[in-house]
């Protein structure tokens, strides 16, 4: 009975997901252990954009970011010269380019040029403003054997098809040999784990980028699908009901797949071309391979938390699925049945030698005994190839050897003591004490923990800087640098860097504080105060008035020491922080100079004034994202009655009318910029109406 009781209500909280968490920290630590090469891992080649490139961008050639993408020619060039199989950009050419048409135009020739080119394109539910496939686009879609079988069959066929999607130029995307999705979802706590192999958009199979640049390499691959598993190019992948597979991966980001810097690549081009001896010496490094092609640089965001060696840049995790789909590795998740029946058998052989135990080491070495088997079995498992939910085990296994231990103490009484000194509740110390305590949390990698995390940008500053010459430009960012960082290091923030003039901060580590996004919040109030201050002064030096935007927001975010083992920083990577840039981004569509979202404004609670602004539907999440103003409690006083109008009219917009709510933003659009930029918005959608209307606003830049 102890041992059906146990792997109940084991088999009912594995179920409910609420062993999931768990779930995902013990995976983590087995692929960490079990993350081996393969023989196809040699055939993977990685061309990272890297902060080294960057700065070798802007040193040598005077490079700002956004590079001309005749840079990206010279990479394709090079690869062709090389003899590269395939070479997929995981890259995302939506908007033309700011150096010209003619920019396009020559990157769109060296793609032609190139027949294993994998382009990529988004596909989501809430991003995108294309609902079917463009006519100045040639369609190739993905022939997958046996796929509207599946797909009548599978419970999940809503989540494999897409609604929108985002496009790179035509100058671009029709060059391409073909469009791949490049659009991952990572498990619920924010961790890359799994690939979706295809989307169905607009009656079209879309590969993802993995499997795109395997077909293109391999023309007249055979794809077929049916219920569990694919067949791709004489391999089996084992899948889940909406297309996902689990990856194998082959070690920490770095360590597994030969990376080249993007600089090394371009400059070995350009001597090749002289009749010069190439960076990269190797002349086989790229033959026969496949390439990915991503960014690394930490301000580029494509950084994602990952089971193994905390952060991947996005494109090692496409490699990783690659290099599965070569080798023909993916893990399959075990079948619910047999967990449940594996996880009974556990907790009968751990709780019937304890329940008619008899002596107090007797019952210590069965937990002994019994405690790791689980563990142990799911290794096998992980070995063989299978993803066996080890917390749902352990669960069984722990309540039905604390059951019977509890069943020996009522009927022997033997076990009292033995129980309190073995099973009392720890207490965890605070940071500080941790650090003391554990040196080894100093290593690299990091924790997920809650953060209030700040991202600011100075506007127009591009232009700002090309005015002035270097001795006053960097007298400029270092006093307003100053100014910001002696703000946040007094409301107890972490700077994270600058980027430019760009700042990234957090709270709520090393230190835990428990009003840390109180304090994210006050900083980004006081740090408006204090630039308005220095604004005439800095009037008076560059004759241009300097304004800054601030996106906040609270949420779970990696944050410890990396980067090599020989230079590495206390950074923070993860979805939250990308929110928290995208809302600083969003300032400028609203007028706006500091945005905070829902998650930021229901942890402040009363302490602040903020007024809702939007839902939009940010570029990489699914679900909408409620955004707030931060204003000062005085100017929140000071407003109210303008204020109340706009809530008003955001309201009438919500519910989509557009009319009466533009009546409301008519009333303050002269001295409220986010009331103007809604009456715009309405007047467009009383011109346009939407087929569907959730009182989303979508935004389709990052």
Request: glycine share 8%; net charge neutral.
């Amino acid at each position: 009975m102890v041992a059906l009781a146990s792997t109940a209500v084991a088999s009912l909280l594995w179920a409910a997901g609420w062993l999931d968490r768990w779930e995902y920290r013990t995976w983590d630590w087995r692929v960490s252990r079990m993350a081996r090469p393969a023989p196809s891992t040699d055939k993977i080649r990685l061309i990272l954009l890297d902060q080294q490139s960057l700065d070798w961008g802007q040193k040598e050639n005077g490079l700002s970011w956004p590079w001309p993408r005749e840079a990206y020619g010279a990479i394709l060039g090079y690869l062709k010269r090389v003899g590269a199989k395939s070479v997929a950009f995981d890259v995302l050419f939506t908007e033309p380019s700011k150096y010209g048409v003619a920019d396009d135009l020559a990157l769109g020739s060296a793609i032609g040029s190139h027949k294993g080119f994998v382009g990529a394109l988004f596909l989501g539910e809430k991003t995108g403003s294309a609902t079917a496939w463009p006519s100045t686009i040639p369609a190739v879609p993905l022939e997958i054997k046996g796929l509207e079988q599946w797909l009548s069959a599978s419970p999940a066929r809503d989540g494999v098809a897409a609604s929108r999607a985002l496009f790179p130029i035509p100058e671009i995307a029709s060059r391409a040999a073909i469009l791949a999705d490049v659009q991952q979802n990572p498990d619920p706590d924010g961790v890359y784990r799994r690939v979706r192999l295809f989307r169905f958009f607009d009656g079209k199979a879309i590969p993802s980028l993995a499997l795109a640049s395997l077909l293109v390499a391999s023309p007249g691959s055979g794809v077929a699908i049916r219920p569990g598993e694919m067949a791709i190019a004489g391999k089996t992948v084992p899948i889940d009901k909406e297309g996902y597979a689990i990856l194998r991966f082959r070690g920490a980001s770095g360590t597994t797949y030969r990376q080249y810097s993007v600089a090394a690549v371009i400059q070995s081009e350009l001597r090749l071309q002289d009749g010069e001896d190439p960076v990269i010496r190797d002349p086989n490094a790229f033959r026969d391979c496949h390439v990915i092609f991503g960014f690394s640089a930490p301000g580029l965001y494509d950084l994602r938390p990952a089971p193994v060696g905390g952060v991947f840049p996005g494109s090692e995790i496409l490699a990783t699925a690659l290099d599965n789909l070569m080798e023909g590795d993916f893990l399959a998740d075990a079948a619910p049945q047999a967990v449940v029946a594996l996880t009974l058998l556990l907790a009968l052989l751990s709780a019937i030698p304890v329940t008619f135990s008899r002596s107090a080491w007797k019952s210590m070495l069965f937990f002994a005994v019994c405690l790791p088997l689980p563990v142990l079995l799911s290794l096998v498992a992980y070995w063989k190839g299978s993803w066996l939910p080890l917390v749902v085990q352990q669960a069984a296994v722990s309540l039905s050897l604390l059951g019977a231990l509890a069943v020996n103490y009522a009927t022997e009484g033997k076990q009292k003591r033995f129980i309190k000194n073995a099973f009392r509740q720890y207490l965890s110390p605070d940071v500080i004490e941790q650090l003391i305590a554990h040196p080894e949390f100093l290593k690299l990698g990091g924790e997920r923990r809650t953060l209030s995390i700040f991202f600011s940008d100075l506007q127009g500053f591009t232009a700002i800087a090309e005015g002035l010459d270097p001795e006053a430009l960097t007298g400029l960012l270092n006093e307003y640098l100053s100014a910001m960082t002696d703000i946040i290091h007094e409301e107890g923030g972490t700077l994270d860097k600058y980027v430019g003039d760009a700042i990234i901060a957090f709270w709520n580590a090393p230190l835990e504080q428990p009003d840390h996004a109180e304090r994210a919040a006050r900083a980004a109030v006081r740090c408006q105060a204090k630039l308005s201050e220095l604004r005439p002064v800095i009037r008076g030096k560059i004759g241009k008035d300097l304004f800054m935007r601030i996106g906040l927001h609270t949420g779970v975010a990696v944050v410890g020491n990396m980067g090599s083992r020989n230079r590495f920083d206390y950074t923070i990577f993860g979805d939250a922080v990308n929110l928290a840039s995208r809302l600083e981004g969003i300032n400028k569509q609203f007028g706006t100079y500091v945005l905070a979202s829902e998650a930021m404004r229901s942890a402040l609670g009363d302490r602040f004034a903020p007024r809702e602004i939007s839902r939009v539907a940010v570029v990489g999440r699914k679900e909408p994202v409620r955004i707030f103003e931060l204003l000062p409690p005085q100017e929140f006083a000071a407003r109210e009655k303008p204020l109340s109008t706009f809530a008003k009219g955001l309201q009438e917009f919500y519910a989509g009318r557009f009319s009466v709510a533009l009546e409301s933003f008519l009333a303050t659009e002269k001295t409220d910029p986010p009331a103007a930029a809604y009456a715009r918005k309405c007047r467009a959608l009383i011109d346009h109406p939407p087929e569907k209307w959730e009182g989303v606003w979508t935004m389709t830049e990052k």
